[in-house]
């Protein structure tokens, strides 16, 4: 079956999909996105998502494609189309088409592209059993990281490098040593008093959607947690070492760098949250 793309109001197939060569998105990475999870023929925290995605807008003082029920039906409609179950949405919005200048166009139309795909679950299912490495990296993005920007430049080289070493993620570390998040994902630690710790969601990291399911789910299973920074040593020495996305939900971390995380193993806690995770997910049916 071919896969079929949204392009700025129009249903294609996904080979002729385009977009101009004057749009902003690819000109000045002028542009937002969202990536969904999708599971058993459900988009999973949809509202969390499209909430996030206006908050990335309004910081960029971009307007919105469309309003949020018609957008929730363009979502649901490409996933129909693609005949997804298991996979992934991709949503991305950047300022429009204009001429090349830095400053923003006066009439733009914002451009909306909206794209799904299906991915095995079992892969997933194998990270999760037997965990990953990751190495870290320099934190070298610009300020902003809390803006889910489709400028990731810095992302994609320390992705790279994390699939050179033959590591799963790479952990982004700031000028004082802390780690702030993977470059795909938020990090988190589990003390060796059974706390969770992740660092703060303020302009340092992304809010990640699947994050705030943990943290709804850690106060409902009664496990501390804290928001503060930690460093890659306190990482490498800790109980458990786990992160989570939406396209992953939550991994655990056996290695950082050249050191293993505690017995080399996956831990009872993340295994504990991932087992209850989908109670308090959204669920949106295609």
């Not at 409902?220 to 989570?244: D, M, N, S, W």
Request: glycine share 6%; aromatic share 6%; proline share 4%.
């Amino acid at each position: 079956m071919s896969r079929i793309a949204y392009v700025n109001g129009r249903y294609i197939l996904h080979s002729d999909a385009s977009v101009h060569i004057e749009d902003r998105g690819y000109q000045f990475a002028d542009g937002v996105y969202e990536a969904c999870q999708i599971q058993d023929g459900a988009i999973i925290d949809v509202r969390r998502h499209l909430d996030r995605l206006d908050r990335s807008l309004y910081e960029l003082d971009m307007d919105s494609p469309m309003e949020r029920g018609p957008l929730v039906a363009v979502l649901r409609e490409v996933a129909r189309r693609n005949r997804v179950r298991d996979g992934l949405l991709y949503l991305q919005v950047t300022r429009g088409v204009a001429p090349r200048d830095h400053a923003f166009p006066k009439d733009a139309v914002p451009s909306l592209v909206v794209t799904a795909k299906s991915i095995n679950p079992a892969g997933a299912q194998g990270r999760f059993e037997k965990g990953v490495s990751v190495v870290t990296v320099a934190d070298n993005r610009w300020d902003r990281v809390d803006i889910k920007t489709v400028g990731l430049l810095p992302n994609v080289l320390a992705k790279q490098k994390a699939r050179a070493a033959g590591a799963y993620e790479a952990f982004f570390v700031d000028k004082d040593g802390f780690v702030t998040e993977g470059s795909s994902t938020n990090a988190w630690i589990v003390t060796k008093d059974g706390k969770l710790v992740t660092r703060p969601a303020e302009h340092g990291i992304l809010r990640g959607i699947t994050r705030t399911v943990v943290l709804d789910l850690a106060a409902a299973e009664g496990l501390a947690v804290e928001e503060r920074p930690f460093t890659v040593e306190e990482a490498q020495t800790a109980k458990e070492v786990f992160i989570t996305a939406a396209s992953t939900i939550l991994v655990p971390v056996v290695r950082i760098d050249d050191r293993t995380v505690a017995n080399g193993e996956p831990g009872l806690t993340v295994a504990r949250l991932r087992s209850r995770f989908q109670e308090f997910a959204e669920r949106t049916p295609i």
